[in-house]
């Protein structure tokens, strides 16, 4: 049986004073908790892996840097979120080519990156089967074929998915841009 609960907080304070293998035994004791978050919120497998090894050589490097050691399960949590997001992000932004005769303005830049960032995290929100589909299929352009071979589903469980993360990521979008959105008027 898995043992779920994280490193102790003796280890994590030995971790903190500098000693290499409270260290050790700290990156090896939170790898399989990160790894878990990491596939939960990545869009792909490959995502997931490298959030998960960024986030443990964070931890590596900067361990002294956590106030409590209490925390080190949501400071992790926010670590791996955080890589998350950005992979998503460059994901969007790899995917959305420039015409060459146009130079956007610096507002339209702004514009750009915010919009990106509000569609990142509404794909961030999904269900991690909703969000692998979306991802795979919407940002990365694989085939509705591909998509499900490589998940393991059917081609009508594909479009299922697919089509409710869609509906999902324009709803929370409808809602962000409408404070207003959901509230019953009088």
Same mark, same amino acid.
């Not at 750009?112 to 990365?140: G, T």
């Given at each position: ?6 490193? $102790? ?5 030995? #971790? ?7 260290? #050790?035994?700290?990156?090896? *004791?939170?790898?399989?908790? =990160? ?20 986030? %443990? ?12 050691? $209490?925390?080190? #399960?949501?400071? !992790? ?7 998350? +997001?950005?992979?998503?992000? +460059? /994901? %969007?932004? &790899?995917? $959305?080519?420039?015409?060459?005769? =146009?130079?956007? &303005? ?12 509000? =569609? /990142? ?11 692998? =589909?979306?991802? %795979? ?8 074929? !591909?998509?499900?071979? &490589? ?5 009508? @469980? !594909?479009?299922?998915? %697919?089509?409710? @993360?869609? /509906? ?13 959105? *959901?509230? $019953?008027?009088?």
């Amino acid at each position: 049986m898995a043992d779920h609960t994280w490193p $102790g907080e003796p280890l994590i304070a030995a #971790a903190q004073e500098g000693d290499v293998d409270a260290t #050790a035994a700290l990156v090896a *004791g939170s790898h399989p908790h =990160v790894q878990r978050f990491a596939y939960s919120l990545c869009a792909t497998p490959q995502d997931a892996e490298d959030a998960a090894q960024e986030a %443990l050589i964070i931890l590596y490097r900067k361990i002294g840097m956590l106030r409590a050691s $209490g925390a080190l #399960a949501s400071w !992790m949590f926010r670590i791996v979120r955080n890589e998350c +997001l950005r992979r998503a992000r +460059l /994901a %969007l932004r &790899s995917h $959305g080519p420039v015409p060459d005769t =146009v130079v956007p &303005s610096f507002e339209d830049e702004v514009l750009q990156r915010l919009e990106a960032e509000r =569609v /990142a995290a509404a794909i961030v929100a999904l269900p991690a089967d909703q969000r692998r =589909v979306l991802i %795979l299929r919407d940002i990365q352009g694989y085939s509705g074929r !591909m998509v499900a071979a &490589s998940l393991g589903l059917s081609t009508a @469980a !594909m479009k299922s998915r %697919l089509h409710r @993360a869609r /509906a999902a990521v324009r709803q929370e979008l409808r809602t962000a841009s409408d404070p207003l959105a *959901g509230v $019953g008027h009088d």
